[in-house]
Structures are given as C-alpha cells and as structure tokens.
C-alpha cells in the first residue's frame, strides 16, 4: 500500500515570484505513482480549458485527443465528479469512447486513469494519467493519486487563471498553449449563424472531426476568416 505523500506546491505558486511553469505540478504524479505519463487540465464554462501542464508529449496528446474529440475519460470525470480507471483499452474496455480509446492505444498508451480536481463540491479540472503497460492501480496508488489531486488543486487554478489573464505567457515546453483561438472562433460561428455558443462550439468539433483536423487547426482558419461556416456545403 502506498503511504500518504503531501507535497510542497507553493514553490509553484505564481504568489512566489511567479509561476514557474506546470512541470512542477505533474512531476509527482509520475514520480510517486506507477504511471508513464500525467497532464492537468483546469476546465471552465462551453469547455473553456487551460492546460496547466503535461509531463510529456504523448500526456499532451492524450489531453488534446479528449479535447477534439468529445470523448474520453476526462469528460466522465467533469460529469460525474469521480475517477475513471481503465486498466486496459481493450475496445470492450473503451466502448464509452471508442474513437479517443482507438487513438490513445495508437499513441502506445495501454492503461488511463483520470482523477477529478475539485473546489469544495465543484469539479474545476481533471488529472489525467497513463501507462504503456495494461494493469490497474491498486488501492494505495488510487489513495494517493486522489490525494494528490486535492493537493494540485489550488496551485493549478492559480497557473489557469494566470495563463488566461496573460496573453503573451510563454510556457513550458511541451505544454499546449491555452486554447484562446477555440473560444475566439466559437464566438465567430455565433455571430455567422446566429446561434448558442453551445452549438457553435459543438459545430467546431464536427467539422474538426469531420476533416481530421485539430480543433485548433480548425478554429485558427475561422479567426483568420479563411473558413467561414455560413458557405460551407450541406
């Protein structure tokens, strides 16, 4: 059983002569549990989401898949309040999310687990972390991942609302930037097809998907009005 670890994340804090980037705050995940990778997400309002950090390009790409596509554990978590575990991604296992547990597996990713970050009874984010190798977390290991969780949880508000409030914030390598052109272009589609922020947003998705495209690919052709969703085809 793996013992109560607590963690200095004030250090982290951009109270503490500024953020000093979101490494910081996913390296115990990695580093005190049996996991390859971990990312940190703050999520808001129409899917408004920054991502604190992410210990590595395929933990990047696995938040980002979740994003794109709809899918996946991460939007359990922000639902329900409660971790996922999935031990492997057999598709018997990921036939909640096929396509995002299909392209996790491609990624080499064999087992996932997400863990909420909550303020009070309020999901505001998700942990996600994953392994190269199937096999659960045992009872220690999810103990202490939730602990940890609690334990991020001020720290990645703050780095959230700091990156959103700085525009030109640089961050750390590896990291995906703050999705600013996403909630720009849903904007764009409300004002060209008079319609909620919640269809635009979910028609930027379709067309994403649709065109095997990223979101951010996507959203970036609307700000720059290369693509506009009054003219494209039924």
């Given at each position: 059983m793996a013992n109560a670890r607590t963690i200095d994340y004030s250090a982290s804090s951009p109270?503490?002569?500024?953020?000093?980037?979101?490494?910081?705050?996913?390296?115990?995940?990695?580093d005190l549990l049996s996991v390859t990778g971990a990312s940190i997400s703050v999520i808001g309002r129409l899917a408004r989401r920054v991502t604190?950090?992410?210990s590595d390009p395929v933990a990047a790409r696995l938040e980002g898949l979740q994003f794109d596509l709809g899918e996946g554990p991460q939007w359990e978590v922000m639902k329900t309040g409660m971790p996922v575990l999935s031990a492997d991604l057999s598709p018997r296992a990921t036939e909640r999310w096929p396509v995002f547990g299909t392209a996790a597996a491609r990624l080499g990713a064999a087992a996932?687990?997400?863990?909420?970050?909550?303020?009070g009874a309020v999901t505001v984010g998700v942990i996600d972390l994953y392994r190269t190798t199937p096999g659960a977390l045992d009872a220690g290991m999810v103990a202490l991942a939730r602990s940890l969780a609690n334990q991020v949880v001020s720290a990645a508000?703050?780095?959230?609302?700091?990156?959103?409030?700085e525009e030109n914030a640089s961050e750390a390598a590896g990291t995906p930037t703050i999705r600013r052109e996403v909630h720009q272009a849903t904007g764009m589609i409300v004002a060209q097809l008079d319609i909620s922020a919640t269809e635009a947003f979910s028609l930027l998705?379709?067309?994403?998907?649709?065109?095997?495209?990223t979101m951010e690919d996507v959203a970036t052709d609307v700000v720059e009005r290369l693509l506009d969703f009054r003219h494209l085809p039924n």
């Open positions: 109270d503490r002569q500024g953020w000093v980037g979101g490494d910081d705050l996913c390296r115990p995940f990695v604190v950090c992410s996932l687990f997400a863990f909420p970050i909550a303020m508000v703050a780095a959230a609302i700091r990156s959103a409030e998705r379709g067309h994403a998907f649709a065109s095997g495209s």
